[in-house]
């Protein structure tokens, strides 16, 4: 596992995540996020052509992470890594995909829910336990998993926006995902990329905030 690429998602705070962006905008939107402060880009896999974008945005940026998200299996987790994915994440939690993850040196972000779920993760070699989906029990549920388990990095994701950022991160996150939150898909589709910088840079200032 690579340390600097822990401290970077760790010290960006925030993981801009880019689901079904059309390959074609994957440069621009990627630009608009990277634009209010976020260095930690993930391409979900569900997203047509992954392999093909994940490798054009790892050439475009120097100083940014691009990582893949919604890997499903280690095939998959693999795939990407050879197109440059820095970094995985996972729904849920799957000892195939972090086994290759660990493997090959890549931080991974397993998907976990309950304690016994997040405990199971970290100990089979992942780097970050990304709570989700957040939303349903919301920062106090982040806190909750944490008091036990302090020593789990944790990354709550789904439902996570400007509005609610500071919130985990003072419940214990070490950093949130944001999807929808950030590229919003009628800011895509209107070319309107000033409105996804300025939603990173809020979550970004979020984090900063709630770390002081």
């Known amino acids: 596992m690579s340390t600097r690429?822990?401290?970077?998602?760790v010290d960006s705070g925030?993981?801009?995540i880019l689901r079904g962006v059309d390959p074609d905008a994957a440069v621009d939107v990627a630009s608009a996020v990277v634009d209010g402060g976020v260095t930690a880009l993930e391409v979900t896999a569900d997203t047509e052509n992954v392999v093909e974008t994940i490798d054009t945005l790892?050439?475009?940026?120097d100083d940014v992470l691009v990582g893949?998200?919604?890997?499903?299996?280690?095939?998959?987790?693999?795939?990407?890594?050879l197109a440059g994915a820095e970094f995985l994440v996972t729904p849920t939690v799957d000892t195939d995909v972090i086994e290759v993850s660990n493997r090959y040196g890549t931080p991974i972000a397993s998907g976990a829910f309950t304690p016994t779920e997040a405990l199971r993760a970290y100990e089979a070699g992942a780097d970050?336990?990304?709570?989700?989906?957040?939303?349903t029990g919301g920062p106090e549920h982040v806190?909750?998993?944490?008091?036990?388990l302090s020593q789990i990095p944790l990354v709550p994701t789904g439902g996570v926006g400007p509005s609610n950022t500071e919130a985990y991160i003072k419940a214990g996150a070490v950093a949130v995902g944001a999807g929808s939150a950030i590229v919003e898909d009628k800011a895509v589709a209107t070319e309107d990329y000033a409105r996804i910088t300025?939603?990173?840079r809020q979550m970004v200032d979020a984090v900063e905030s709630a770390r002081e």
């Open 14 to 16: 925030v993981i801009g």
């Open 198 to 200: 300025e939603n990173a």
């Open 58 to 61: 790892s050439s475009q940026f």
């Open 5 to 9: 690429k822990r401290e970077q998602i």
């Open 128 to 135: 970050f336990v990304k709570v989700f989906p957040a939303k």
């Open 68 to 81: 893949a998200g919604t890997v499903l299996d280690a095939e998959t987790a693999r795939a990407v890594q």
């Open 143 to 148: 806190a909750a998993i944490g008091g036990p």
